[in-house]
T-cell receptor, first 114, second 120 residues
Framework: GDSVTQMEGPVTLSEEAFLTINCTYT??????LFWYVQYPGEGLQLLLK?????DKGSNKGFEATYRKETTSFHLEKGSVQVSDSAVYFC?????????????FGAGTQVVVTP | GAVVSQHPSWVICKSGTSVKIECRSL??????MFWYRQFPKQSLMLMAT?????????EQGVEKDKFLINHASLTLSTLTVTSAHPEDSSFYIC????????????????FGPGTRLTVL
């Protein structure tokens, strides 16, 4: 079945450092790909998405490019802030499901220190 | 952007009582909503898919008689935890699917802020 693998955390960075969170996927079809962010005690917020190969999603300084050849959707940000400390989830739409179910990665905790 | 609300945000109840959690899509219609459960420091576990006007579809291992789901309208789904026990204590999160076809094609899940349930 469809699956998502993302790098384990926690990832600890200093403010203004470059952030990369790796995400790779396996899918039988052509899924849409998402990054969600979860702040402590809250639900998930959609950070960005891409619906087809070579699409680049971007929001709040974060970017990710849908790479079909490497089945990846790595999240990047050039200069992180303390407020970016959160758990980041990579997800895809399960291609064999007609209701739009998502398959999530395990989540990567990011800690940004001043 | 699309907004999904949940109510209550937290609830404490006694063992054996039932608790209802509401999930509303505030600015779009959602024919499909999802209910998840999240344990500390873990990813989301899908419990069920809720479709407006029909019975919910439960994931394997989820007790449908314990977790009652009603999708009464295009903007409201409810999850009732019946005869709650301490092991039901968890963070419950709903999401609503915004699905538009044609030139406005979009298919995205928007999540509620979650409900923290504590069963004493």
């Amino acid at each position: 079945g469809d699956s998502v693998t993302q790098m384990e955390g926690p990832v600890t960075l200093s403010e203004e450092a470059f952030l990369t969170i790796n995400c790779t996927y396996t899918a039988t079809g052509y899924p849409s790909l998402f990054w969600y962010v979860q702040y402590p005690g809250e639900g998930l917020q959609l950070l960005l998405k891409a619906t087809k190969a070579d699409d680049k999603g971007s929001n709040k300084g974060f970017e990710a490019t849908y790479r079909k050849e490497t089945t990846s959707f790595h999240l990047e940000k050039g200069s992180v802030q303390v407020s970016d400390s959160a758990v980041y989830f990579c997800a895809l739409t399960i291609t064999t499901d007609s209701w739009g179910k998502l398959q999530f990665g395990a989540g990567t905790q990011v800690v940004v220190t001043p | 952007g699309a907004v999904v609300s949940q109510h209550p945000s937290w609830v404490i109840c006694k063992s054996g009582t039932s608790v209802k959690i509401e999930c509303r899509s505030l600015d779009f219609q959602a024919t499909t909503m999802f209910w998840y459960r999240q344990f500390p420091k873990q990813s989301l576990m899908l419990m069920a898919t809720s479709n407006e006007g029909s019975k919910a579809t439960y994931e394997q291992g989820v007790e449908k008689d314990k977790f009652l789901i009603n999708h009464a309208s295009l903007t409201l789904s409810t999850l009732t935890v019946t005869s709650a026990h301490p092991e039901d204590s968890s963070f419950y999160i709903c999401s609503a699917r915004e699905f538009l076809g044609g030139s406005l094609s979009t298919d995205t899940q928007y999540f509620g802020p979650g409900t923290r349930l504590t069963v004493l």
